[in-house]
Structure formats: C-alpha cells, structure tokens
C-alpha cells in the first residue's frame, strides 16, 4: 500500500519537485546558443537603460508546470563591474540568486552569478525581464551593494514558499524580499510581511494541498507546514503585476530566441 501511494503521489507532484531552483551543471542547448541568447537578454536590458531589473528563467517543460505558473527561478541582475579570470574587468549583468542546495535539496544558499550560467540549464531559451522604474533600480543596487540581501535570507528552503511569513524561503520569495526592502527601505521581517500582507496578492499552486502534503513526506524541499488554506506562493508573474499594479516597473517583457 505504501508502494502505491508513493508511486501516485510522485506522479502527482512531479510537475514540482524537479523544479526547484538549483544551479545547473548540465545544458540542454549548445555552449555557443546559450551565449548568444544570453548576450541578447543583456542588450535587451541596457538598451532600456536597466540598471537593475528582475530576471526569470524556465528549468522544466510547460506541461510540468501548475497553472499560472510560467517560469521556475527568479532573480536580481545589476549591471556591475566583473572581474573575469584572467583578471580583466569588464561591465556587465551579475545576477543574484538564491539557489536550492544540490546535497541538501531542504536547505539554500545566496550565489551570483552571470547569464550565461544562470541559463544553463533552461529547458527553454526564454526569459523573462521586469524593469523596475529608475528609482526603485538604484534602491535595489543599495540593497545588493549593502549586503542587506543576504540579511533577507532564510536557509530553509520550500519550493512553494509561503510568501506571507518567513518559515521557509524561495527564489522568488527572496526576490520579493528584497523588492520589499527597497520599497519599503527597511530589512525588518515582521515589517516586510506586513507590508507583503497588505500589499502583494500571490499565486495559488493549483495542486491539491493533500498532494502537497504528502509530498514533503517523499520529496525533499517540498513542504506545506508554513501555510493555512489555500497553498499561495510568489511567482515571477505575481511580482510583475504586483510593481505595475503600484506603478514601480514597466509591464513584464517576454524574451524569447
């Protein structure tokens, strides 16, 4: 019986537990396709002068995805100086990521990175950009460049994070954390939830939360103790119409190759 239910409960969560935020060491796509889509999601931000923006990208099929639900990890670019391993320091995007552990999938660690890493491991060349306006771009370079981010971080990971309270964490989560802390200029939990109370509406994970909870028992980084209800996380989507709502980025852009 035990058997069974496991073999239900994987199927019935698969659409989740393979898509959590890790750092990719494998590539669907050839070295020079991933460089060249990348470069051009570069081009793309500084031809309308971003200097900070919110970036995503999509890890798994479409089809493996819950509704609404469009991309798997979410991140903080800055345009930065980057010294590069020969030593030679060139401007470009460093993206800031909290990425799920590889050993511990319960657990997450802050990692910078580049685009062409952080498209590695797309299983589709697309992203997608949300430019913040002027002003909430250089709030969010203060943040980064303060090391507040990493203030904002909390270890323990849940793929679909209850944004609401601190309890456990996401990509995504996290980048509404530190959206909020420049918002709101503050790195105070209790105020940051607050406000994200008040303020931000999540996306509902269309999986039953039956599903759900079983699925912590048999899925590492997937867990729904820090939520009542309906489950709710942030998404790439949420954040967007979460800024356009309040009128603090352009509308979200849709990059494909």
């Known amino acids: 019986m035990k058997k069974l239910i496991t073999i239900v409960l994987l199927s019935a969560i698969s659409m989740l537990a ?37 970036i995503a990208r999509v890890g798994q099929p479409k089809s493996k995805l819950p509704k609404g639900i469009d991309f798997t990890h979410t991140a903080i670019a800055v345009y930065s100086e980057i010294t590069l391993n020969d030593g030679k320091k060139v401007k470009g995007y460093a993206i800031h990521n909290l990425y799920q552990d590889a ?37 969010l ?7 507040q981010n990493k203030e904002l971080h909390n270890p323990k990971y849940s793929l679909i994070a209850n944004p609401f309270n601190n309890k456990f964490q996401n990509c995504t989560e996290h980048t509404l954390n530190i959206v909020n802390a420049a918002i709101y200029q503050t790195t105070d ?65 849709i990059f494909e190759a």
């Open 103 to 139: 050993k511990d999938s319960n657990k997450s660690a802050l990692v910078t990175d580049y685009p062409v890493d952080f498209f590695w491991g797309v299983h589709t060349l697309k992203a997608g950009i949300i430019i913040p306006t002027p002003e909430l771009q250089q709030k």
């Open 141 to 147: 370079i203060e943040v980064v460049a303060s090391g």
């Open 189 to 253: 939990m209790k105020q940051i939830k607050a406000n994200t109370q008040a303020y931000f509406n999540p996306q509902r994970v269309h999986v039953s939360r039956f599903k759900l909870s079983l699925g912590s028992v048999f899925a590492d980084g997937v867990t729904t103790k820090d939520h009542k209800g309906k489950v709710k996380t942030a998404s790439f989507g949420s954040i967007a119409k979460y800024l356009e709502k309040y009128e603090l980025a352009s509308p979200k852009y």
């Open 18 to 54: 393979n898509a959590g935020s890790n750092q990719a060491t494998e590539s669907k796509f050839k070295p020079e396709e991933i460089s060249a889509f990348a470069k051009n999601v570069e081009k793309y931000a500084a031809k309308q002068g971003a200097r900070a923006f919110i």
